[in-house]
């Protein structure tokens, strides 16, 4: 286990670096800031994003490029953080009034070419940028419920999950339209692998898409809420869930899974690379 | 009163002149249109009302068969006002369809009319008519395919109207905002046509008085957080407001927008006061949405579902003296100029805005009149947030107005092709149920039933054909070459997969033509009688 300070502070978001590997580098959002590790996560060191205070950072991303452009995004109250040297220096994007909490991120894998990245709210619904970040416009055609939890890209759709259900763009995230799953519930995490979307609900377990249709996936220890999907493809593809208190594992496409053992008495409440962020601010490493 | 011919006696007419007179009639209209049929259409000229006015140049079949309000011979008129009020309510409904279902209804009447007069009874010919009519819709089913994508839009926009200023700005509106999607199409500035997009939910009417515009730099008023007390009062006085406003700062709203008809001079003095003194609140009144109770009791509804509030409404007794927090809604944002008032992420039960979605398709499925169903549609894209505003520009405002038209036009047959799907055009689709009405005219027993099937399918080319006329093709030398998906391409004479080419039809219009125009020949066919009331008037409205 590891501790970014010693004040107790609520872990809001956690990303770790696509070049991990190599350069080692961690960032972890709480209430009272953002914080970095370069060396993964044996040490911290808050980062000053604004003059004056600090605001909580609730969502991270990386860019896709990450090891060649060094942009990292930081959500904060009110607009997006943006930095272009890992994190050693910040630019300011304001959000339009008034300003919404961001509770997800996601960059287009073009991100280099089309600039492109989507900010889910849980008050505006979608926000985009079309310039890396410097601007942002909410694009909620079709978007019924405007409390958006999760997103993701799959191929060149884009996913939203909302408090009352899953809602799909065909085109960029300009407008949305309705993916029926086959329950009316809370869909609080998605991933996509390998074409196929996975979509986390509240109340009803875990759903896999399967020819133009879903299918829920059924195991021991999946129909808690399913808080988190963390998903890699490659070699060892696998599918990492938070369900509940719980961190199941599975490297056959979610057709079997296996829990992995957690620390006890700690809520588990972000995925990251090898990490695991814990809601006492704590973070473990595989 | 007879525009025409002020002395007209009542009259009886029989049979032959009957049928002669109505295929004439209604010749006279179908031909009129029918130059306007394909993608390089003539225009029909009609002589202004005013002779200081430029002539009305016109390719929409509907707008022209409109226009012919009366014929001077009075039998013929019979068979050419039957003829109009089919074409202007197709057109009403989906847009498109008019040239196509006036050329069938002309094929159809004119093949049918020949087995009656070789001793066919007409009755049975209709009952056949209206037996291949199911099977030639089941072919035509069978050809339905969605259109989706912004190429695909776009070209199928570029394929209803041929003027590339609108098609791409068309494809691009439909393709964001789906078939239901809010479009306003107004005159331009300039001599570009341009298009903008509305975030939010947008009603046409705004703010109630200028005395109330908060930011008069941008001459609008902006609300953030803001509470929205929705009604349709006429709000006399200031003590009628008080209760409201006390209710209000009670709750603890810091923004209010408040929705009524009418205000008056004394209660807006009340909120510009408070405007000016209170530092609890901030106040503005917008009118209420929609002209007449219906439109209004619907956009309170509306506004009801996508705030969350509760309307306080004239007609139930109700006032605001037993107002609770619960009747005001909420939204993120919500502003408002001269012109509009848009709400901008109602915080509504997402659940409740659904239902009341689904309620209003319901109601669409039940209604019975085009400009209901349109009325219905135009709500559900309201509430699905976001509207576009197509600017028409020209040179000169005929050239605008002519524009604004067409892009009107076009978004009508994109909505339903959005809806209902495309189907190959160039009148192939409909030559592709000829094999169909083959085999069933076998199953047929009664003679004449079977001589229907065999009409109907004999003219289900007459579009094809009128198409390739009218963009100089002789057809003779190209019919065997059309069918099974594959036509010419009007536009250059060349074969095509027609569905590759882009060459599509709004499923919708070719069914409804089809119909129309089948079902209207079978009747036509079956007037045996004409009465002539004294001196009718003329028609104006279908």
């Known amino acids: ?286 | 009163m007879s525009i025409l011919n002020p002395t007209q006696k009542p009259e009886v007419k029989f049979q032959p002149d009957v049928w002669r007179a109505f295929q004439r009639g209604a010749h006279k209209i179908v031909d009129a249109v029918s130059p306007t049929l394909g993608p390089r259409p003539r225009l029909v000229a009609i002589q202004p009302t005013h002779r200081s006015d430029p002539p009305e140049l016109l390719d929409d079949a509907g707008q022209i068969a409109r226009r012919i309000i009366q014929l001077p011979n009075r039998d013929e008129d019979i068979g050419a006002m039957f003829v109009r009020q089919m074409l202007w309510r197709l057109r009403e409904d989906v847009g498109d369809g008019a040239a196509t279902a006036a050329v069938l209804f002309k094929a159809v009447y004119d093949e049918c009319l020949k087995s009656i007069a070789a001793g066919g009874n007409a009755m049975r010919v209709r009952v056949g008519l209206e037996k291949s009519l199911d099977v030639a819709l089941r072919a035509l089913d069978g050809q339905i395919q969605p259109l989706a994508g912004r190429k695909q839009v776009a070209d199928f926009a570029r394929s209803v109207c041929a003027d590339d200023s609108i098609t791409d700005l068309l494809g691009e509106i439909f393709d964001l905002l789906g078939a239901e999607g809010q479009l306003t199409v107004q005159l331009g500035r300039s001599n570009m046509t341009e298009r903008e997009y509305v975030e939010g939910h947008l009603w046409a009417g705004g703010l109630l008085t200028r005395s109330l515009m908060l930011d008069p730099i941008q001459s609008r008023s902006r609300l953030e957080n803001t509470a929205i007390l929705i009604s349709d009062f006429e709000i006399e006085s200031a003590s009628q407001l008080t209760p409201a406003l006390r209710c209000a700062l009670q709750n603890g709203e810091q923004n209010l927008i408040l929705i009524a008809r009418k205000l008056s001079e004394e209660a807006t003095a009340l909120l510009v006061k408070i405007n000016r003194d209170s530092k609890q609140m901030r106040v503005t009144a917008v009118k209420t949405p929609g002209t007449g109770m219906m439109d209004q009791s619907a956009a309170l509804d509306d506004l009801c579902a996508l705030t969350g509030g509760r309307a306080v409404v004239q007609a139930v007794d109700q006032n605001f003296e037993n107002l609770t927090p619960a009747h005001f809604g909420h939204a993120r944002r919500a502003w408002a100029d001269m012109e509009r008032f848009v709400v901008v992420n109602g915080m509504g039960e997402p659940r409740a805005l659904r239902s009341h979605i689904h309620t209003l398709r319901r109601a669409i499925e039940k209604s019975d009149t085009p400009e209901q169903r349109n009325k219905l549609r135009e709500r559900i894209g309201r509430l699905f947030g976001g509207a576009a505003i197509l600017s028409a520009g020209g040179a000169t405002e005929t050239e605008m107005k002519t524009r604004r038209e067409i892009a009107e036009r076009a978004a009508l047959t994109l909505r339903s092709a959005l809806r209902d799907g495309v189907v190959n055009g160039g009148g192939i689709a409909l030559l592709d149920c000829r094999p169909a009405l083959a085999e069933f005219s076998k199953q047929l027993l009664d003679e004449d039933e079977r001589a229907a099937c065999r009409a109907l399918g004999k003219v289900l080319d007459a579009p094809a054909r009128l198409i390739l006329t009218n963009s100089g093709f002789d057809p003779s030398g190209f019919l065997t070459r059309l069918g099974q998906g594959r036509g010419i391409d009007a536009r250059n004479g060349q074969a095509v997969e027609m569905r590759s080419a882009g060459i599509l039809d709004s499923a919708a219009s070719v069914r409804g033509a089809l119909i129309r125009a089948v079902r209207a020949a079978a009747l036509a066919l079956t007037v045996d009688v004409v009465v002539h009331k004294r001196n009718p008037q003329a028609s104006v409205n279908p």
């Open chain 1, 1 to 286: 286990m590891m501790t970014i300070d010693s004040q107790p502070d609520l872990l809001l978001a956690l990303a770790a670096s696509p070049d991990f590997k190599k350069d080692k580098l961690l960032f972890a959002g709480r209430r009272s800031g953002l914080y970095r590790s370069t060396d993964a996560g044996k040490s911290w060191a808050a980062q000053s994003i604004i003059a004056s205070g600090t605001l909580s950072v609730t969502a991270l991303a990386f860019s896709p490029n990450f090891a060649k452009d060094q942009i990292v995004f930081a959500a904060l109250p009110g607009g997006m953080a943006y930095s272009r040297d890992a994190g050693n220096h910040w630019l300011w994007a304001q959000f339009p009034t008034p300003a919404p909490y961001v509770s997800a991120l996601t960059i287009s894998p073009s991100f280099e070419e089309d600039k492109t990245l989507f900010a889910a709210t849980l008050e505006d619904g979608v926000l985009r940028s079309t310039d890396g970040g410097a601007s942002w416009q909410a694009w909620n055609f079709g978007l019924l419920d405007k409390q958006a939890l999760c997103l993701t890209l799959n191929g060149e759709a884009v996913y939203a999950g909302t408090s009352t259900g899953l809602f799909r763009s065909h085109n960029g995230g300009r407008s949305w339209r309705e993916a029926a799953l086959p329950v009316e519930d809370s869909v609080l995490s998605l991933a996509a692998l390998g074409g196929r979307l996975f979509a986390g609900t509240e109340s009803h377990g875990l759903f896999a898409s399967a020819g133009g249709g879903w299918k829920q996936v059924k195991a021991k220890g999946l129909e808690k809420p399913i808080n988190q999907i963390q998903a890699e493809a490659g070699k060892e593809a696998f599918i990492r869930i938070l369900a509940g208190d719980a961190l199941m594992e599975s490297k056959d496409e979610g057709k079997t899974w296996r829990k992995i053992q957690l620390p006890p008495e700690e809520a588990p409440v972000l995925l990251a690379s090898l990490f695991v962020g814990f809601i006492s601010g704590q973070v473990a490493a595989r």
